[in-house]
Every structure is written in structure tokens, then in C-alpha cells.
């Protein structure tokens, strides 16, 4: 079973400053991938970011980057400089990689960018 | 556009109406899946179709039936809504890789 954790219901961050959003995750596979997806107000889930679990390096994609501390068991968010469009519901979700390979959500955390 | 596609966007029933959701990608993707979104939660998992034909249960399958008659489309089924199962459910398939495509959502009211 896989379970993700996200302890931070809600965040603020001032426009143009960098945020992290913190995501834990636990699972007995040894093969697994992490993601991270934007939900806005309009409701539509926006894919953004995918770590693998044997990915040597942190992914990036444009101001996004997944901090991923495998030891940790932890796949945190960074969004640098933030925009007002960034404000949104964030969540972390993990698949293994063989089987189902079904999404496992955690709860999300609801950001607000501040001008 | 390509992509999965939801219909209806938005529903109300009464308690004990049936309806299905309907989904279909046009993706030629072998996976689909049928999830539920709570206020606050995250997407919970109700049931997983590899392939045409095949169908098994996710995380929160009571009160649920789907049917995957061909690869493109998985419907899901209420037999008997409840005030429970109000939620928004999101249909998605996914290529090989590790691409999930989401549709848009329907917004389910049971009064």
C-alpha cells in the first residue's frame, strides 16, 4: 500500500518569492514515481512535475523543481518566483511502478500568492 | 482536441436514481481510471481498467459498477445514488510512461 502525506493545508507566499510545499511518502516498492499536480479554481488537474525513483538527479521543469530526498522519504515542491496565477491546490501523488500503476493522492495544500 | 472527455459536466440526483458517467480518450491509451475528489481531499481511487474488458477495484469501489466495452471508453455507474456518493469524479488514462491525462470532471449533487 501507498500512502502520501501532506501537512501543509494552506500556504501564503509573497509574489515572486520561492515556496516549498512539503510532500512525505511511504511505500514497500522498489520502483515508484512521484508527481505533482495543480488543481485551480476551474477545477482541471494540470500535470507538473515527475520524479522517478531511481532518478539520479532532482527533476525541473521551468519554475518548478522536486526536492527529492529518497532516504527521507520526501518529494517536496519549489515553486521560485511565484506568480498570482500560481495560487492553487497542490498535490503530491506517487504510483508504483509495475501493477495498477494506479495514483495514490495526498490531500493537498492550497496556495495563496500574495501580491 | 485530444484527450479524455467527460460527460455530463454537472449532475443532481435524487436519492436511489441511477445514472453513468461517461469517458472517453481518443489516445489509443491501454489504462483508464475512475476516481473520486472530496472537499479537501485528494482523488481517491474507485475503480482501474487495463485494458478492454478488464475492470478491478480501486480504494472506494462500494456503490459503484463500471464498464469498459472498448479501449476507448470507461463508464461508471451509479445503481443507487446516495447523499454520500456527492463528489467530483475524474475520469484518466494513461500512456505508456508515466503520462496520466485527466478529464475536465463531473460534479456530482445527491439531494
Known amino acids: 500500500a501507498q500512502k502520501i502525506t501532506q501537512t501543509q493545508p494552506g500556504m501564503f507566499v509573497q509574489e515572486k518569492e520561492a515556496v516549498t510545499l512539503d510532500c512525505t511518502y511511504d511505500?514497500?516498492?522498489?520502483?515508484?514515481?512521484l508527481f505533482w499536480y495543480k488543481q485551480p479554481s476551474s477545477g482541471e488537474m494540470i500535470f507538473l512535475i515527475y520524479?522517478?525513483?531511481?532518478?539520479?538527479q532532482n527533476a525541473t521543469e521551468g519554475r518548478y523543481s522536486l526536492n527529492f530526498q529518497k532516504a527521507r522519504k520526501s518529494a517536496n515542491l519549489v515553486i521560485s518566483a511565484s506568480q498570482l496565477g500560481d495560487s492553487a491546490m497542490y498535490f503530491c501523488?506517487?504510483?508504483?511502478?509495475?501493477?495498477?500503476?494506479?495514483?495514490?493522492f495526498g490531500s493537498g495544500t492550497r496556495l495563496q500568492v500574495q501580491p | 482536441n485530444a484527450g479524455v472527455t467527460q460527460t455530463p459536466k454537472f449532475q443532481v440526483l435524487k436519492t436511489g436514481q441511477s445514472m453513468t458517467l461517461q469517458c472517453a480518450q481518443d489516445?489509443?491509451?491501454?489504462?483508464m481510471y475512475w476516481y473520486r475528489q472530496d472537499p479537501g481531499m485528494g482523488l481517491r481511487l474507485i475503480y482501474y481498467?487495463?485494458?478492454?474488458?478488464?475492470?478491478d477495484k480501486g480504494e472506494v469501489p462500494n456503490g459503484y459498477n463500471v464498464s469498459r466495452l472498448n479501449k476507448r471508453e470507461f463508464s461508471l455507474r451509479l445503481e443507487s445514488a446516495a447523499p454520500s456518493q456527492t463528489s467530483v469524479y475524474f475520469c484518466?488514462?494513461?500512456?505508456?510512461?508515466?503520462?496520466?491525462?485527466f478529464g475536465s470532471g463531473t460534479r456530482l449533487t445527491v439531494v
Open positions: 489516445m489509443n491509451h491501454n489504462s
Open positions: 484518466a488514462s494513461r500512456k505508456d510512461g508515466y503520462g496520466y491525462t
Open positions: 481498467s487495463a485494458s478492454e474488458g478488464t475492470t
Open positions: 501523488a506517487m504510483r508504483a511502478d509495475t501493477g495498477r500503476r494506479a495514483l495514490t
Open positions: 520524479q522517478g525513483s531511481y532518478d539520479q
Open positions: 511505500t514497500s516498492d522498489p520502483s515508484y514515481g
